[in-house]
């Protein structure tokens, strides 16, 4: 069963635009999300993280929103640029099982079209 | 920055060979991972490690076995080879939550 959902396998995006990728998760003892950004042919690299006791983090043109409540974060990019064509994975961490690895979506491919 | 090192970018390999896949990396992480990713499945977590020669099977370790005998290094092992193991190989290492990755093996069985 997935824990960790990214139900956009893809998303198209005009350069400039604002850039929108969700994810939904299952498990309440989730307390710490990230989201990684792949390119292919190399592996992904973090990009934001946001803890449970927040709702919001910003970094640059990235900021990620968390609704613990509807079990739902999002990342959005603005604005767009065709460099932020890649896939895009949301990634959860439980709290409750010590040292356990990370939980992934399946991911989102942005296209960011120029 | 944290430097995660694979040691093949690509490879081809038979059916039925014994396959080594290392990982090598330089920041003294307790906790090393193996993924494989295909498309339309995401990151699928084969095996892990928590110290040296300490293992923990992930979602999919059926084909896989791995060894850990130095902090810095976590290789993956296919004991014989089959074609539904040609994926991309991605391993990572962690202190913390943020898994830093290396830049995959793009592994063929033929």
């Known amino acids: 069963d997935q824990q960790v959902k990214q139900n956009s396998p893809s998303l198209s995006v005009q350069e400039g635009r604002i850039s929108i990728l969700n994810c939904d998760y299952t498990?309440?003892?989730?307390?710490?999300f990230l989201w990684y950004k792949k390119y292919p042919a190399e592996g992904p690299t973090f990009l934001i993280s946001?803890?449970?006791?927040?709702d919001k983090n910003e970094d640059g043109r990235f900021t990620v929103f968390l609704n613990k409540s509807a079990k739902h974060l999002s990342l959005h990019i603005v604005p767009s640029q065709p460099g932020d064509s890649a896939v895009y994975f949301c990634?959860?961490?439980?709290?409750?099982?010590?040292?356990?690895?990370?939980?992934f979506g399946k991911g989102t491919r942005l296209s960011v079209i120029a | 920055d944290v430097k995660v090192t694979q040691s093949s970018r690509y490879l081809v390999k038979r059916t039925g060979e014994k396959v080594f896949l290392e990982c090598v990396q330089d920041?003294?992480?307790?906790?090393m991972f193996w993924y494989r990713q295909d498309p339309g499945l995401g990151l699928r977590l084969i095996y892990f490690?928590?110290?040296?020669?300490?293992?923990e099977k992930g979602d999919i370790p059926e084909g896989y076995s791995v060894s850990r005998e130095k902090k810095e290094r976590f290789s993956l092992i296919l004991e014989s080879a089959s074609t539904n193991q040609t994926s991309m190989y991605l391993c990572?290492?962690?202190?913390?939550?943020?898994?830093?990755f290396g830049d995959g093996t793009r592994l063929s069985i033929l």
């Open positions: 990572a290492s962690s202190l913390s939550a943020v898994q830093h």
């Open positions: 498990n309440s003892m989730f307390d710490y």
């Open positions: 946001i803890s449970s006791i927040k």
């Open positions: 990634a959860a961490r439980d709290g409750n099982s010590g040292n356990t690895p990370l939980v």
């Open positions: 920041m003294d992480h307790e906790n």
């Open positions: 490690s928590y110290d040296v020669k300490m293992k």
